[in-house]
């Protein structure tokens, strides 16, 4: 069953935008991580944040973790053509899985 | 990027055949995983494996059986192929396998069966 939702399911922003997309999950975590998926290819991972922080930054990435209402979002700034792709949310799932949400298909126009 | 090839990258087979995926990785990592990906259901996990012979059963598991003879290596077999089983397969590791540990993904096995 899945654990974590993203929300929207799909975004369409212009370039120099930013992108936010969200992810819901149910149970408790240890630590959630953020994917991205480009078209025929396999997931890449991009970012962890442990339970214990609120905010983690990388490059152009900014994580946010709110654990009181088992939620993350993932803003993406100054979008480029190149980061249209798929992004997924995975939390825990006992200590050797995780579990994948369904993922937010991002576009970004030129 | 890790190294990891997954073969075939695509496959058209009848119902019935057996298939046979494989995952091949060149990181010496403990954990390898295989999952499915279908439209609206993300990514679920079938299988995976804490090291060699030891494996255990993910989320969709029925109609799939796996083994790991090496650690380089995990295979993915379907028996008896159904068209249910239609999908892209994806094989990732991991080094520890712990939850801290991101998982690192081949490109995938695009598996028509018809």
């Known amino acids: 069953s899945q654990q974590g939702e993203e929300d929207p399911q799909a975004l369409s922003i212009q370039e120099g935008e930013n992108a936010t997309m969200n992810c819901s999950y149910k149970t408790s975590i240890n630590n959630l991580q953020w994917y991205r998926q480009n078209s025929g290819r396999g997931l890449v991972h991009l970012i962890l944040?442990?339970?214990?922080?609120r905010e983690k930054h990388s490059g152009r990435l900014r994580v946010t973790l709110d654990t009181s209402k088992k939620s993350s979002s993932l803003l993406i700034t100054a979008s480029r053509a190149a980061d249209t792709a798929s992004y997924f949310c995975a939390t825990d799932a006992g200590f050797q899985k995780l579990v994948f949400g369904t993922g937010t298909r991002l576009l970004v126009s030129p | 990027d890790a190294g990891i090839t997954q073969s075939p990258r695509h496959k058209v087979t009848e119902t019935g055949t057996p298939v046979t995926l494989r995952c091949h990785q060149t990181?010496?990592?403990?954990?390898m995983y295989w999952y499915r990906q279908d439209p609206g259901h993300g990514l679920r996990l079938i299988h995976y494996?804490?090291?060699?012979?030891?494996?255990d059963k993910g989320e969709v598991s029925d109609g799939y059986s796996v083994s790991r003879s090496k650690t380089e290596d995990f295979l993915l077999t379907l028996e008896s192929a159904t068209s249910s089983q239609t999908s892209v397969y994806f094989c990732?590791?991991?080094?520890?396998?712990?939850?801290?540990?991101?998982?690192?993904f081949g490109d995938g096995t695009r598996l028509s069966i018809l």
């Open positions: 990181e010496n990592h403990r954990y």
């Open positions: 494996s804490y090291g060699v012979k030891d494996t």
């Open positions: 990732a590791i991991s080094e520890s396998g712990g939850y801290n540990q991101p998982q690192h």
């Open positions: 944040i442990r339970s214990n922080e």
